[in-house]
């Protein structure tokens, strides 16, 4: 059964009691809000977004591309960032930002799925791993059905935040270890650090820099270390596995939150701290687009060249072709 989508704050209760009385489709709140991306490149307007997607998303804080279904995952984090609210929800998306779900495919307001502030997710197998404050969740990447939760909270983690799977089959998570006191002021309850786990056994891998609020991680195939990025902090880190500590490769201007490695190697980040998307490569941070509000946990098709860009104040997604963002240098290297 399928439905045209609304939203899923209100008017998913109107469109479940619908369901409920046997309507099989509903179309009275349908309103396309996605864009078609088919017109030439060479006529497309560069300034504008490829696709952009408004429907069913509250708080959105990463997108995941999954090549083998050829959809976009979307977490919403329904509410605050650090909430144990159980109302956390997990959308798809076709390959042109298209809503394919009238109800969330993961619901955290469902008896059977514990899902608070969903953020980073990961796929490994048949199962989508999600970050959730202070647990690890896992579902079936068909069914939606949750298959896993592994606490992380022994561990001190305070505010996961992106996860990412590794070579050696081990699901890397970042823990931000912040929080946010009654004035909503940024505070460092926990550490920030990176931890993995290991056949479903969880343990700290590095802890960085303190207050550093690691967020986005990425596997760099050639440098064969992760890429880190900090929310409080304008270091863009590495850290080979093994190592006791991270090093620093370079800078941005802060903010970090999503980060994802291209096939040549070059590194796109977001950035709350001036609203941008910027290139790292060779030490050096480029700013590849602004205007930006709140960008999170970036996603990315390669086989289009497709970076999908949560703004998470906003409550949309935007989709960009990378090839197509003026470039223009923000952040010199650092001096040998
Ligand atoms: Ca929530
Ligand atoms: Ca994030």
Redesign the pocket.
């Known amino acids: 059964m399928r439905f045209a989508v609304c939203s899923f704050t209100r008017r998913a209760l109107l469109s479940f009691e619908v369901a409920a009385l046997g309507v099989t489709t509903v179309t009275a709140c349908a309103r396309p809000d996605t864009e078609s991306g088919d017109a030439p490149a060479g006529r497309r307007d560069p300034n504008r977004p490829v696709y952009t997607t408004t429907t069913g998303l509250a708080t959105p804080?990463?997108v995941l591309w999954d090549p083998t279904r050829q959809l976009w995952f979307v977490s919403n984090i329904n509410g605050q960032a650090p909430e144990k609210d159980d109302n956390g929800y997990i959308v798809r998306l076709g390959a042109r930002g298209e809503p394919m779900d009238s109800l969330p495919f993961i619901n955290g307001a469902d008896e059977d799925i514990t899902l608070h502030a969903p953020?980073?997710m990961a796929i490994r197998g048949d199962t989508l791993w999600v970050a959730d404050i202070d647990a690890l969740r896992g579902f079936d990447l068909t069914s939606g059905k949750q298959v896993a939760s592994i606490d992380l909270a022994p561990l001190r983690a305070t505010f996961l935040?992106?996860v990412a799977v590794g070579h050696d089959g081990g699901i890397y998570i970042t823990d931000s270890g912040i929080g946010f006191d009654t004035t909503g002021a940024l505070t460092h309850p926990g550490q920030s650090q990176i931890l993995v786990v290991r056949n479903g056994v969880p343990s700290v891998a590095v802890k960085l820099p303190r207050q550093s609020a690691a967020?986005?991680i990425a596997w760099h195939p050639s440098r064969n270390a992760w890429m880190i990025v900090g929310f409080n902090s304008a270091n863009i880190f590495e850290w080979v596995m093994g190592a006791t500590e991270t090093t620093v490769l370079g800078t941005g201007p802060g903010g970090g939150?999503?980060v994802v490695v291209l096939g040549d190697g070059r590194a796109i980040y977001s950035s709350w701290a001036d609203s941008s998307l910027s290139v790292f490569v060779d030490g050096t941070s480029t700013r590849l687009r602004k205007g930006l509000n709140s960008p999170?946990?970036i996603g990315y098709d390669p086989a289009r060249k497709l970076i999908a860009v949560p703004l998470f104040n906003e409550n949309r997604v935007e989709f960009w072709s990378i090839d197509e963002a003026p470039v223009a240098p923000t952040v010199p290297a650092p001096t040998p």
Request: negative net charge; without cysteine; proline residues 0%.
């Open positions: 804080e990463s953020k980073g935040n992106d967020n986005g939150d999503g999170a946990d």
